[in-house]
């Protein structure tokens, strides 16, 4: 079987593959239409987010029998096209899902104990006891919305604090000893700290607007290492300006491309020019982002360790190997 890796990865997964058997091309820089000029040619697709697997790429992958994608979410495919014309869907959230609990817990206690703030001062030479007085974690409530691999790896990584945690999902029964499965009602009306663990799907995106923050009973504090797009940046700073919302960690922002890799369509030395500038063309609710002491803003890397880099590519390469040696 032939296989085209379209993105790079960690190169256990194109070893291991050889070792099975199956014969690995990569093209890591041709345009979506240069692929899809080839892609009947191959057996096996292998990416990350570098473009959309969309139905008329589909419809030119006449022998298509498998794509793996090496991540946890499935959004940049059409899956339901794709399986209807035959073809297994791999991905990996098995090969990150510690990556991202850890990340999370890590966020939100340096948001309770305004680690960056602290940091930033000192290295100016303020020493702010009293204004960087800290939470503790113990005796709040921790709501999770999502309760699939990632929110479980997060409420396993909670387990050593005294916290309640609860979960919400619109799967049924989905609860363990880690989190009690509750209504979004009860959610709304208990959490200190919301954290989100969502796939990006109709469903999800714009979920989190004001409508939705409006309806929590008290102020809280918001993680997300899911998907920006689930969320309305604008209501977002909207309720951190008012203090409905206490401070915010970010992993994720609705202005990322949908390859993960950029913001805005800029490349990182224009950005940083940007960011300087006082004629900006960012928009104003990021700028109020980048500039708020109780805001942490991370790029797209909960996920992304050495550790998770290998379980990815591990993953997929198990997948296939149960489906097609």
């Not at 990865?9 to 000029?37: M, V, W």
């Not at 292998?46 to 959309?52: L, P, V």
């Not at 880690?178 to 919301?194: F, G, P, T």
């Not at 899911?226 to 951190?240: F, I, Y």
Request: net charge neutral; charged share 25%; aromatic share 8%.
């Amino acid at each position: 079987m032939n296989v085209l890796h379209i993105d790079s990865n960690h190169p256990l997964l194109i070893n291991q593959l050889n070792d099975l058997g199956f014969t690995n091309h990569e093209d890591y820089s041709a345009s979506k239409e240069e692929i899809e000029a080839k892609i009947a040619e191959y057996d096996g697709l292998i990416i990350r987010s570098r473009f959309t697997i969309d139905q008329q790429f589909l419809d030119a992958a006449k022998n298509l029998k498998f794509i793996g994608r090496v991540g946890a979410g499935l959004e940049n495919i059409d899956c339901d096209y794709a399986k209807g014309k035959g073809i297994i869907l791999f991905n990996a959230p098995e090969g990150n899902r510690n990556a991202v609990g850890e990340h999370t817990l890590g966020m939100l206690l340096s948001l309770f104990n305004k680690l960056n703030k602290s940091d930033k001062e000192v290295r100016q030479g303020k020493w702010l006891r009293e204004a960087n007085r800290g939470l503790e974690l113990h005796g709040k409530t921790v709501g999770l919305i999502g309760y699939g691999n990632m929110g479980k790896a997060f409420a396993k990584k909670l387990r050593g604090f005294d916290v309640e945690i609860i979960c919400y999902d619109i799967k049924p029964n989905v609860g363990d000893d880690n989190a009690k499965q509750v209504s979004l009602e009860i959610l709304r009306e208990k959490a200190d700290v919301l954290s989100l663990h969502t796939p990006q799907t109709p469903l999800t995106l714009n979920m989190v607007n004001a409508e939705f923050i409006n309806k929590f009973k008290k102020p809280f504090w918001f993680i997300n290492t899911a998907r920006g797009k689930s969320v309305v940046t604008e209501d977002l700073v909207s309720a951190l300006d008012a203090g409905k919302i206490l401070g915010a960690g970010l992993d994720v922002l609705e202005y990322e491309k949908s390859s993960f890799e950029n913001l805005f369509k800029v490349d990182e030395p224009k950005f940083r020019w940007m960011r300087k500038s006082k004629k900006t063309n960012l928009p104003e609710a990021f700028q109020y982002l980048i500039q708020a002491d109780n805001v942490l803003l991370t790029p797209h890397i909960a996920g992304w360790t050495v550790e998770s880099n290998v379980k990815l590519a591990q993953t997929i390469v198990d997948k296939i190997k149960a489906n097609f040696c």
